[in-house]
């Protein structure tokens, strides 16, 4: 479907540079969505919600001039663009002519999420109630929940660039409470990707295992030790702290801005060898995957450190520009209210050629972290804080008694310097990335990951 | 259509479609976000919006819709779709429209002078603030400076003939400064919050944030020790918010919360007094309805260090046999009501802060803590929180510190409590909070 046509879209364009500017973008979005979970054995919330809406960004400079609307009336864009050209008081230009977007989908949906009844997707959390309550007597709670959303997006710019796409998302999580006398322990797990409801039709239930198998863990874990020690790092989700503590400085805004502790370092040498780290945003069916970015650029797989050398940044256009570089295709948003920002899509390090039972056999005493609860940097100074959600302790080379309440405690190029080790069992997983009041889909992801030392703060 | 027909009509949509009751909430808004770096704009967003969000109840069970589209078609198939979703959803005998409506008249929501000013004014002011952090000698660089102001509107009908608006206004600026470089660089962070920009001082806002972070210039990891703990407004709001969270009746009778079956304990020392006040023109999210329409009111959540209160909305309180709190809060028109906090008040106390640091002696004063929502275990409340921050020696600010863990469990820490700051302000942390310094008894800090 075309949401929006060419010639309105180049008359809007056209309105927007009447006083001036480098370039301008109407960004024209149709957002779908369904939610629905379950709490307590019972089925509640369910959510749907449905927008259409346009944004103009004109760009003069160093400077972004940018409004947005609701719906896409003839009159409301236009006159969306004559406020925006308010801003400027210099010589009108013209828009290129565009050429008409038909947004498609670029990975395959097999099954499309609002054509499921409703009654299936319940049928998936109760299917994972079942499941968890299942594990284990000790099991107390469960919920779950299920979301779809599905955005369609048309992209103009003045220089006659126009393009678009058809992104669909599902995701299914659980979460488990399990108790033993005083003791309450939750247990997290989700399965996210750019696809249609295939994705989580098949087999739920391997999510609320695994949810329900960590809550149980959980509850003979022991305090956390103190102290700096080597950390193997879990596969998956475990990226997280790729993604955090490395990935965000390497986003060109933060660069530019002497706002990260990677700035003028591409081609130094900040890890081993072996040591190989991607953003790439064309992975087929990956939660951070797009066909293009939010300003139309085609996503691509950007090497950022090659054999231990930082290799390059991340670049919407705006950063590319400034930077005298190419956009890494890395221009995105939240949604047709939101600038464009360089954003990560999915990162990850590359595989090695240890096995994880190679990484922990190395450890004479450590912290094998498994899964975070969340965690946060500081990307000017590279330091980071994580909450260890799922943690055991490593003693003599092997993996002995689940701990709780560890937090990783470094910073990135320290930690980056600090791998000695990478395994072969590169997975990748759902995250959600907030930066600038901005929330978007990214994927996390690396094979099992060994850092030589890191300040673990425990309780114990 | 104004929001009211709008509103109107969606209720007509949702009875045509097959709801029992049903509530809609319809919200337009104009806001200015200017960023400013090094003295010049960055960005200027000028933008609008309006949208509306319909709850329906379909026998016993819920279901909700949102849109953008307000036209009679774009509300048909948003009542259709929120009737369809109710089908997939399970009864809930407690669920429900509330009993009672009404509107707490509270002066001062909005100020005229979001409108009045013209966007060059406001730039001036971001950009006054951007040079007032700049100014500071020490200061490297000035990440970003912001200033954002919105107005609105926010309109509610129900099926049971309530309707009732409101508008208000808010304006904010911060500023992220740098002092230091390389490993030893640190980052300050400044805020202020009013009604209108008039309500702002932008030399006050990047001042702050130059001073926050030159205080910090050459910070090294303590050894650890146990000792007092003072922690300044910005901190002690994050805590206060995070607390506020879990005095939610949902997280409770959900059993993800520490304060489960602590109603009328003691859970904190007594001169800690923590309340929810919607009525408070000063707080950024005082309304005089709850996301409902259940009039608001002002709740005293801690009182004398005992647990007076969780925060209610109708299907909340129903369940606990009680009545609401008119705690049924929305972020937008996206969102169906839900329980929460709207301005948490931490009763400021009769120290200064100065005074507060030399009661301390030796100990650890933190300007910033990370790690707070992965690093709290909800339902036991311990906790394991990095923090940033200043020794405190001798009764005086001593030498800055970093990458310090603070250990502890969050009843231990409400009861440790041993003062409370006379400074108090309204801070963006964990929600809007109006926080004073607290004095805390010796806790485990974790350094090298």
């Not at chain 1, 393009?163 to 033993?180: C, I, N």
């Not at chain 1, 020690?229 to 060109?252: R, S, T, Y």
């Not at chain 2, 005998?93 to 409108?115: R, Y």
């Not at chain 2, 972070?213 to 918010?241: K, N, T």
């Amino acid at each position: 479907m075309s949401l929006l046509a060419p010639e309105l879209a180049q008359a809007a364009l056209g309105r927007a540079l009447a006083r001036g500017g480098d370039w301008a973008e109407l960004y024209a979005e149709e957002r779908t969505g369904f939610a629905v979970s379950l709490d307590d054995r019972r089925v509640e919330r369910p959510q749907s919600g449905h927008e259409i809406g346009a944004s103009i960004r004109l760009v003069s400079g160093e400077s972004t001039y940018f409004g947005h609307v609701d719906g896409l009336a003839e009159p409301d864009l236009l006159a969306l663009a004559d406020s925006v050209s308010q801003a400027l008081r210099q010589e009108a230009r013209e828009a290129v002519a565009v050429h008409t977007v038909d947004p498609k989908p670029a990975f395959a949906v097999a099954e499309r999420p609002e054509h499921v009844p409703a009654a299936r997707k319940v049928g998936l959390l109760r299917a994972c109630d079942e499941t968890a309550r299942g594990a284990g007597a000790e099991v107390a709670q469960v919920s779950a929940n299920y979301a779809e959303t599905r955005r369609v997006v048309a992209i103009f710019n003045s220089g006659g660039f126009a393009a678009g796409d058809d992104r669909t998302r599902v995701r299914l999580g659980v979460q488990v409470v399990a108790r033993r006398a005083d003791r309450v322990e939750t247990g997290h797990e989700t399965r996210g990707g750019h696809a249609g409801f295939e994705l989580v039709a098949d087999r739920p239930e391997a999510i609320a295992e695994s949810a329900a198998r960590k809550a149980l863990t959980a509850l003979d874990a022991v305090d956390a030790p103190a102290g700096r020690m080597p950390v193997v790092v879990g596969n998956g989700f475990g990226g997280v702290l790729l993604h955090e503590a490395i990935g965000h400085g390497l986003e060109a805004d933060a660069v530019q801005k002497q706002a990260s502790v990677y700035a003028g370092r591409v081609g130094e040498k900040l890890a081993e060898e072996f040591v190989t780290a991607y953003d790439d945003g064309r992975l087929p069916g990956e939660w951070g995957s797009d066909a293009i970015d939010d300003e139309g650029t085609p996503t691509q797989k950007t090497t950022i450190i090659e054999g231990g050398r930082l290799t390059s940044y991340l670049y919407d256009r705006l950063r590319a520009h400034k930077g005298k570089a190419l956009s890494t295709g890395n221009g995105r948003r939240e949604s047709f209210r939101h600038l464009p920002l360089p954003r990560m899509t999915n990162t990850y390090f590359a595989p090695g050629d240890a096995t994880p039972e190679d990484l922990i056999a190395g450890v004479e005493r450590g912290l094998y972290a498994v899964s975070f609860g969340g965690g946060q940097v500081e990307p000017a100074t590279g330091d980071f804080v994580f909450g260890v959600s799922e943690g055991y302790l490593i003693e003599g080379g092997k993996v002995t008694a689940p701990v709780r309440g560890a937090t990783l405690i470094g910073n990135g190029p320290e930690a980056l310097g600090a791998v000695d080790g990478v395994a072969g069992d590169l997975e990748i997983a759902t995250g959600f990335c907030g930066k600038g009041g901005q929330r978007v889909p990214a994927g996390v992801g690396q094979p099992h990951v060994r850092i030589r030392a890191l300040t673990v703060g425990g309780t114990g | 259509m104004t929001l009211e027909q709008a509103a109107s009509a969606a209720l007509a949509a949702a009875e045509a479609a097959g709801a029992t009751a049903a509530e809609a909430w319809a919200e337009e808004q104009r806001g200015l976000e200017v960023r400013v770096y090094h003295e010049e704009v960055e960005s200027l967003t000028d933008a609008g919006g309006r949208g509306l969000g319909l709850r329906v109840f379909v026998d016993g069970r819920s279901g909700y819709a949102y849109g953008t589209d307000l036209s009679e078609a774009g509300l048909r198939e948003l009542a259709a779709s929120a009737a369809a979703g109710a089908t997939a959803a399970d009864a809930d005998e407690h669920d429900g429209l509330p009993d009672a409506f009404g509107a707490t008249p509270v002066e001062g929501l909005s100020s005229p002078g979001v409108e009045d000013w013209p966007t060059e004014r406001k730039i001036d002011l971001a950009v006054t603030v951007d040079r007032a952090a700049r100014a500071r000698k020490g200061v490297t660089q000035v990440e970003q400076t912001v200033y954002a102001d919105q107005r609105g509107r926010a309109a509610i009908a129900n099926s049971f003939g309530f309707a009732s608006a409101y508008e208000a206004s808010s304006a904010w600026a911060y500023s992220s400064a740098f002092a230091g470089e390389g490993a030893d660089l640190m980052t300050g962070f400044g805020v202020g919050l009013a009604r209108e920009p008039g309500g702002l001082d932008p030399e006050a806002i990047g001042g702050e944030a130059a001073d926050r972070a030159l205080a910090l210039v050459g910070a090294r990891q303590p050894e650890s020790r146990r000792c007092p703990v003072v922690l300044d407004a910005f901190v002690a709001a994050s805590f206060a918010g995070f607390i506020g969270g879990m005095l939610s009746a949902d997280a409770v009778q959900r059993g993800r919360s520490l304060f489960a079956g602590k109603l009328g304990d003691e859970v904190a020392a007594a001169q800690l007094r923590l309340a929810d006040d919607p009525t408070d023109p000063g707080g950024i999210a005082s309304a005089p309805f709850d996301g409902e329409g259940s009039p608001t009111r002002r709740n005293a959540l801690i009182e004398d260090g005992r647990l007076a209160t969780y925060l209610y909305d109708t299907r909340t309180a129903r369940k606990d046999g009680r009545e609401t709190t008119a705690s049924a809060t929305r972020s937008s028109y996206r969102s169906p009501p839900s329980v929460g906090t709207s301005n948490l008040v931490l009763d400021p106390g009769e120290s200064t802060l100065e005074e507060l640091v030399r009661d301390a002696g030796e100990g650890l004063f933190v300007t910033d803590v990370a790690g707070l929502h992965s690093g709290v275990n909800p339902v036991s409340g311990t906790f394991s929180v990095g923090a940033t921050g200043r020794l405190i020696e001798g009764g005086e600010l001593g030498r800055p510190v970093r990458e310090i863990t603070i250990a502890s469990d969050l009843v231990a820490m409400l009861k440790a409590v041993r003062g409370v700051g006379s400074e108090a302000r309204w801070v963006p942390f964990g929600g809007s909070v109006k926080a004073a310094p607290l004095l805390l008894d010796a806790m485990s800090v974790g350094g090298s």
